[in-house]
């Protein structure tokens, strides 16, 4: 039996800013559960957070939430009230959370004519646990030391620092930490305020929280269907909140992939958030593109994956060792560059950024980086020779699968078997397919060489991909299939990867209508998103990590590639799908969800270790909005496709290069109007 566990997450409050963050239950106290605590990067600070009035805890009746970075907690003290049924005395904590901040403040109030005295006590229980340890389960106690300051109490673990003050507190210590106590006498129909703070630093820190306002602030959106506005609201505010920087390239933001265990970048998640944030800003984009750009690959190095034109899958502070998770028992250096198919995204993204109006001069600086990586596909992403991109972890302790689907037994024969690397994952090659298409675009517009060559390899990846891919299945039609393994067979299992085929150009017309017909099959399609693995294999499970849940982002992937390719009516239940979903999540759509029929249930269930929020989840708001909106780029104007009629929806501040846009569909009609022309031109 398992005795170490992931924590769960589902039910737990998180108050974040990157790459500080708080979970704790629904009351504001931290200890109870497994993931609760104070973190700064990837270090938990505290593990516990108790708050007592006069030894009781207050009864907690609301938790509400002010963005991403605030929540207030309201309770009531009952054991303080008079006569009669009314609760009289309310408290509430309000927690405010900044990249290197935790600020709470406790307001006391008192609807009683006669004075009220209570004793307030805060307990703080430090920890400075490795992140990793917590993610696995794994309890070893305080590894800090305390010393007392002339306003409070500091913590030091490793190259971590907590300071505690507490206004007007007195500070006692304990055997497990300090309490700050507070004698509160509150005047008839009286209220008081209590305020703590933690102020955090790590000496060691690669990453750190972005400033300033996110490019997406003046962004406002109204729609008929109230679950789209709300989920792109809420969306926006958890990035801003997700908003890093790097020492790799001072001052370039990247969105983190997610809390709690991934503040910090990786080359993947964070190149298909600021994909689907395109239509909002290029921001994200270019400075997504520099930062990665500024740690791609120059040599060949076997234990950390890095390859020349690489571009690299995850940054940490220091080595990371993680025993018994999805992806089994691991070690990766701080900057490991495992992955296949985070190269050729960063082409696609820097075309897209170009078309979406990005200035030339910025992307004509990352050229020689686009040419770097466009001859990684050709001499280091085929490491066989057979004209497809695979991977295989030489080093036995990397990542056995190095797609976005990372888990140890994500790329499955459809009778369970698991396959054999090398693997040549489908997405993959149609990633690589778009990514020599648009480089060579690229090319041409800047005057480089090479352009013919990469058209002329990317439709003999296509023509290879037709005839080595495609698996007949006389029950519902042919489909791709998932992956080839070391034996080049197809691996057989249906599953949600298809859907990253539509609209990359890989596919013709035929191909692309036939893979959105599996795609909305009760086979893959949940009625809540796309399922990871259809029902009908083996290792289906609904709640399986990579083998039948339902992953927002891969489902907005699909959904935008069918407006790509002309197929948005067929995306329509995929729509409503995530919708439903984001109803259920009260809007913040976590990492994952179970693929539960929406047919055999009003919800789904979470998946109860699923980030939240997640960068990719959060974005994949915008790429489904992008799609109802039927919106793509040309030059500095925008295009108009048809849409299915699906209520209204205003949006102002669709931004194409300078040009900002107001858009606005009703009745399946599309009218755009360009705002502030000249105060756009200007900035």
Request: charged letters at 25%.
């Amino acid at each position: 039996m398992q005795q170490n566990r992931q924590p769960f997450l589902n039910d737990q409050v998180i108050v974040l800013r990157a790459p500080t963050q708080v979970w704790s239950d629904r009351g504001g106290d931290a200890g109870r559960e497994s993931i609760h605590g104070l973190y700064h990067g990837d270090v938990r600070v505290l593990a516990g957070v108790n708050l007592t009035a006069d030894g009781e805890r207050p009864e907690w009746i609301s938790v509400a939430a002010h963005g991403a970075s605030g929540a207030t907690f309201t309770g009531v003290l009952r054991h303080l009230d008079g006569d009669g049924a009314d609760p009289r005395v309310r408290i509430e904590r309000v927690r405010e959370v900044t990249a290197d901040s935790v600020v709470e403040r406790i307001v006391i109030r008192s609807a009683r004519d006669v004075p009220v005295r209570t004793r307030i006590t805060v307990e703080l229980r430090p920890d400075f646990a490795p992140m990793q340890d917590v993610k696995a389960g794994i309890r070893r106690g305080n590894m800090s030391t305390a010393e007392e300051t002339a306003s409070g109490v500091r913590w030091t673990g490793g190259a971590t620092t907590a300071e505690l003050r507490a206004r007007d507190a007195e500070l006692r210590p304990t055997e497990s930490g300090v309490t700050a106590e507070w004698d509160v006498l509150l005047a008839p129909n009286g209220s008081t305020t209590l305020l703590w703070r933690i102020d955090l630093s790590d000496a060691d820190a690669v990453v750190s929280g972005a400033i300033g306002d996110p490019a997406w602030s003046d962004l406002t959106i109204s729609t008929g269907d109230s679950r789209l506005s709300r989920w792109v609201t809420t969306a926006l505010s958890d990035l801003d909140a997700l908003r890093m920087t790097s020492a790799l390239a001072p001052g370039e933001e990247f969105l983190a992939a997610g809390a709690p265990w991934f503040f910090t970048l990786f080359g993947r998640d964070s190149l298909w958030a600021a994909r689907f944030l395109l239509p909002v800003s290029t921001t994200p984009a270019l400075s997504t593109l520099r930062v990665l750009a500024a740690a791609q690959g120059t040599k060949t190095d076997q234990e950390t994956a890095e390859q020349p034109g690489k571009i690299m899958h995850e940054l940490r502070a220091t080595e990371l060792n993680l025993e018994g998770g999805h992806s089994g028992s691991i070690t990766l250096p701080p900057l490991y560059y495992g992955t296949i198919d985070a190269t050729p995204l960063w082409i696609c993204l820097l075309h897209d950024a170009w078309r979406w109006g990005e200035q030339e001069d910025e992307i004509a600086s990352l050229l020689p980086h686009l040419e770097a990586a466009l001859a990684w596909m050709r001499d280091h992403g085929d490491s066989d020779g057979d004209g497809f991109l695979e991977y295989a972890d030489t080093t036995g302790h990397g990542l056995a699968n190095q797609g976005w689907k990372d888990s140890g037994d994500s790329i499955q024969w459809r009778d369970g078997t698991l396959a054999e690397g090398p693997i040549a994952l489908c997405e993959v090659q149609a990633y690589a397919y778009e990514a020599a298409v648009h480089g060579a675009d690229l090319l041409d517009r800047f005057g480089r060489p090479g352009a013919a060559e990469w058209r002329a390899w990317a439709a003999a990846l296509a023509e290879r991909f037709r005839e080595a891919f495609w698996v007949d299945d006389p029950e519902g039609g042919r489909y791709p299939a998932v992956a080839l393994d070391a034996g080049k067979r197809r691996v057989d299992t249906l599953t949600s990867n298809i859907g990253h085929l539509v609209g990359t150009g890989l596919l013709n017309a035929e191909e692309e209508r036939e893979v959105a017909d599996r795609l909305t099959s009760p086979r893959l399609d949940s009625g809540f998103g796309l399922r990871t693995m259809a029902t009908d294999s083996a290792g289906y499970w609904p709640l399986s990590y990579h083998g039948g849940s339902v992953w927002a982002h891969d489902t907005a992937i699909a959904i935008a590639g069918l407006g790509r390719a002309g197929l948005a009516d067929r995306s329509d239940g995929l729509v409503d799908g995530l919708l439903r979903a984001a109803e259920r999540f009260d809007f913040r759509m976590p990492e994952l969800h179970s693929g539960d029929a929406a047919a055999q249930t009003t919800a789904p269930a979470p998946y109860p270790a699923a980030c939240r929020p997640q960068a990719w989840s959060a974005a994949a708001a915008v790429a489904v909005l992008t799609t109802r909106l039927g919106l793509r780029p040309d030059g500095s104007d925008l295009v108009v496709a048809p849409v299915p009629a699906a209520g209204s929806i205003d949006v102002r501040g669709i931004r194409v290069g300078r040009h900002r846009y107001a858009v606005r569909v009703a009745d399946g009609v599309t009218e755009v109007a360009e705002l502030d022309p000249d105060a756009a031109a200007s900035r």
